[in-house]
């Protein structure tokens, strides 16, 4: 009976052990971008910082936002005027550091002949609602001097589309050109039925940032977020000082071979991995939003209200 129970004590404590050492869940949500594929690896580092990332897929940034109010995303990559649409709209969340720049190039179809933005009067541009592009491409409509719309009727006809279709529209003729993200940019001019035409990176803007936000549950969860932020720095730091694994591991694992080397290397060319965010940019980026109407922001949130880069601060001190 003495030997059962023993048993049974070393049972229970090494279970108890086991609990108090359980890595902690994450829950990430994440797009399927070259530039986003630090924030992928994050998983691949994670039991060093005693966590598990449980890593899930979305269309769009703004298709995140949904899923953090429901309580089943904690952690998330965005371009920065999707979170803005978020907090705006009641979403309780907070931008904590920037994890990429760029990622966006505005192609033509390769028979349109059209040289600048200035040609798109009487062209169908296409672009995905709620990005990072739709907010670049209405500056550099408005700074071409050019009105748009989804009707015809303005200078502009715009097509909105999901990123994944709009390759497939430019090359069938259906657009004559489209302001997309990378790798499918890269893609677009690598398989020669595209043309870029701008980098849109000349508006006060300047090269959008993508952003990581945590919720704000998450965020007061000091000790969990202080190690994913650590986490966080550790994969970005990883990627921009091993380009050839970064490039091995975005086309391998997250792209399944479905891109080449030279469509990873023009994309990442065009969206380096980055660290940092600053309420100022958020600022002028909602101030955009406001002004050509993206998000359709009822009450734009203030950057320095809700951009915290504490964590962020602390673990590059730490890095």
Not at 134 to 151: C, F, I, Q, R, Y
Request: charged residues 25%; contains cysteine; hydrophobic residues 45%.
């Amino acid at each position: 009976m003495k030997s059962l129970m023993r048993h049974l004590l070393v049972a229970a404590a090494v279970v108890a052990a086991t609990s108090a050492h359980a890595a902690d869940k994450v829950r990430l949500g994440n797009l399927k971008f070259a530039h986003y594929g630090a924030i992928s690896y994050m998983k691949e580092l994670a039991p060093k910082y005693n966590l598990q990332i449980e890593e899930r897929f979305f269309a769009k940034g703004i298709d995140i936002l949904p899923a953090i109010v429901a309580g089943e995303v904690d952690v998330a990559a965005s371009a920065v005027d999707a979170a803005i649409a978020g907090r705006a709209s009641g979403v309780p969340i907070y931008a904590v550091a920037g994890f990429a720049k760029g990622g966006a190039r505005i192609v033509v179809g390769d028979k349109t002949g059209i040289k600048s933005v200035a040609d798109f009067k009487g062209k169908k541009v296409g672009v995905a609602r709620g990005g990072a592009q739709e907010l670049l491409l209405l500056a550099e409509l408005s700074k071409a001097g050019l009105t748009w719309s989804e009707k015809p009727g303005k200078d502009v006809q715009l097509v909105y589309m999901a990123f994944a279709d709009l390759n497939q529209a430019l090359m069938a003729g259906n657009i004559d050109a489209m302001c997309q993200s990378e790798p499918q940019a890269s893609q677009a001019v690598n398989k020669g039925f595209g043309i870029e035409i701008l980098k849109p990176y000349d508006t006060p803007m300047g090269m959008p940032v993508r952003s990581l936000v945590f919720s704000e549950s998450f965020y007061k969860n000091k000790d969990v977020a202080e190690r994913t932020m650590k986490l966080f720095v550790e994969a970005t730091k990883y990627f921009i000082d091993h380009p050839a694994e970064a490039e091995k591991y975005v086309i391998n694992d997250m792209f399944k071979g479905q891109i080449t080397d030279q469509d990873f290397k023009d994309a990442i060319g065009n969206s380096p991995y980055s660290y940092e965010i600053t309420p100022e940019h958020v600022q002028i980026t909602t101030d955009l939003m406001v002004k050509y109407g993206v998000g359709k922001l009822a009450n734009p949130p203030k950057a320095t209200d809700w951009v915290k880069t504490d964590l962020l601060s602390d673990a590059l001190k730490a890095k």
